[in-house]
């Protein structure tokens, strides 16, 4: 299923896993990021909605918020999920206080603030994995990344009825900022492959494109983002994935 103008759009609400290469952020339009591969692969265009640490609410807040998303809405031929990755990062300090700290005022205090938490947050993690049930608290539970994943879902498909819609599963990551600790990821894929199988959605499967190419340093020095080849793979999967479903 395509526009009328036979070209397709690929709406890509996404974390920064979509716009940072192996050194740094980079513009939306940079060709190697693999939503502009996975457009350019179908023969179409890519609008990518992303930021740093997002998780599912954040895409659902960009959909309700950002006149950017709006504007394209009527044009979208499919959508992809490409949050829910962050959601399972530990988070020692609740996500809502976490999320304050940027406002704190005077900017000594932040400053001090920040410093501190990103040098305890390792050792939190660390310590919560070992003593705590799950592994300790995480960015977002899985209940409710589903509950935002299918949010953004639903609201999409009732301007473009019928379009497809592609979700990731978690990534793996080797962060020193997290203690290198991922113990929520398991119940996240869980759930995240029980509510794509309820409501029909295709799913993109990161570990087995990515997960050697982090674990072996192959990716950003920051053990999270990928290079170019990691990239590039996702990319060309993503669209293998949807090619066949924007033919329906």
């Known amino acids: 299923m395509t526009s009328d103008h036979g070209t397709p759009t690929v709406l890509f609400l996404a974390d920064s896993l979509a716009f940072h290469g192996p050194e740094r952020g980079e513009p939306a339009d940079e060709p190697r990021l693999w939503p502009n591969i996975a457009a350019a692969a179908l023969g179409g ?16 807040y960009a959909l309700c918020h950002d006149p950017r998303v709006w504007a394209v809405m009527p044009r979208v031929d499919a959508l992809v999920l490409g949050v829910g990755g962050m959601d399972t990062l530990p988070s020692p300090l609740p996500t809502a206080l976490r999320e304050l700290i940027p406002a704190l005022r005077p900017d000594r205090l932040r400053r001090a603030v920040r410093s501190g938490y990103l040098r305890a947050q390792p050792k939190l993690a660390r310590g919560f994995a070992r003593v705590l049930p799950g592994g300790g608290p995480v960015a977002m539970p899985p209940h409710l990344t589903v509950r935002h994943l299918e949010l953004c879902r639903s609201a999409v498909l009732a301007i473009r009825p019928g379009i497809p819609v592609v979700a990731i599963l978690p990534p793996l990551h080797r962060a020193a900022d997290f203690g290198a600790v991922h113990s929520g990821r398991p119940a996240a894929e869980r759930a995240t492959r029980a509510w794509a199988a309820e409501r029909g959605v295709a799913l993109l499967d990161l570990p ?33 994935v949807l090619r066949p479903l924007l033919r329906t």
Not at 228 to 235: L, N, Q, R, S
């Open 45 to 60: 265009r890519a609008e990518l909605v992303a930021g740093i640490g997002w998780t599912a609410r954040h895409a659902w």
């Open 208 to 240: 087995p494109l990515v997960g050697e190419h982090v674990l072996s340093g192959q990716g950003n020095p920051d053990g999270m983002h990928w290079g170019w080849a990691g990239h590039a793979a996702v990319g060309e999967t993503c669209a293998d």
